[in-house]
């Protein structure tokens, strides 16, 4: 750390919630709102929906690749869900917080439990939709996926939800405006907790 100046912990922040939900607008919006926070990009063998860009909302991999990292240890975490695969790579993150930027991962509640082993400081959010109601809407209005796999992802999302009390915040996602300022204001408060902050230097000059 360089004299005089006051140097903090970078953030790891873990995402989670059923699909449908709509932590990807949540997460985009805050990260486009909050200086210095990125969100990772995740490797997945599920092939792209029409508006998704390789690179930008994934690392799109053939079976072959992603298990070729797999045996190579080049995972922090890696889950199948709704038969696919995807897994958060050690280069994507640690390219991040070596140039100072807190991170956020969108994962599912296997990959977060297998973080938050590996980073126990990191900040655990869970988005909930306001009723399963809205959450059945927000999956159709998509039109991505077909009847079996919304089923699939109602489903899932029963289960996910039973999670909630592994994670440290929960934001009810029933306003998108209100949503972006409670995920704001927690990331806010998460960067101000002593234990990330390092004053060495306050002793050093006295
Ligand atoms: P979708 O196919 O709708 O983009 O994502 C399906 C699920 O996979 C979501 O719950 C999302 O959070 C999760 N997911 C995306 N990237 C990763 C990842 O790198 N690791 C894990 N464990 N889950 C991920």
New binding site residues.
């Given amino acids: 750390m360089g004299k005089g100046i006051i140097s903090r912990e970078r953030l790891l922040v873990v995402?989670?919630?059923?699909?449908g939900a709509g932590?990807?607008s949540l997460c985009e919006r805050t990260a486009a709102e909050l200086p210095d926070l990125v969100h990772?990009v995740?490797?997945?063998t599920?092939p792209p929906?029409p508006h998704?860009r390789d690179g930008r909302?994934?690392y799109f991999v053939d079976q072959q690749t992603f298990q070729r990292m797999i045996d190579k240890g080049e995972?922090f975490?890696?889950?199948e869900?709704?038969g696919?695969l995807?897994?958060?790579?050690r280069s994507e993150l640690e390219k991040h917080l070596a140039e100072g930027k807190d991170v956020a991962?969108?994962?599912?509640?296997?990959?977060?439990k297998?973080m938050k082993r590996i980073f126990p400081q990191g900040v655990f959010i869970f988005i909930v939709p306001p009723s399963l109601k809205m959450l059945e809407e927000r999956l159709r209005r998509r039109k991505t996926d077909s009847e079996a796999e919304i089923r699939r992802?109602l489903k899932?999302a029963l289960e996910?939800i039973r999670y909630y009390k592994e994670y440290q915040y929960v934001i009810v996602n029933d306003t998108f405006k209100r949503a972006v300022s409670e995920m704001k204001a927690i990331i806010t408060a998460e960067r101000c907790k002593s234990f990330r902050m390092d004053l060495s230097f306050l002793r050093e000059g006295s």
Avoid at 15 to 19: G, R, Y
């Fill in positions: 995402v989670s919630a059923p699909s932590k990807t990772a995740s490797f997945t599920r929906r998704e909302d994934y995972f975490e890696w889950a869900v709704h696919h995807y897994g958060t790579a991962l969108d994962i599912d509640t296997q990959g977060a297998q992802r899932k996910e």
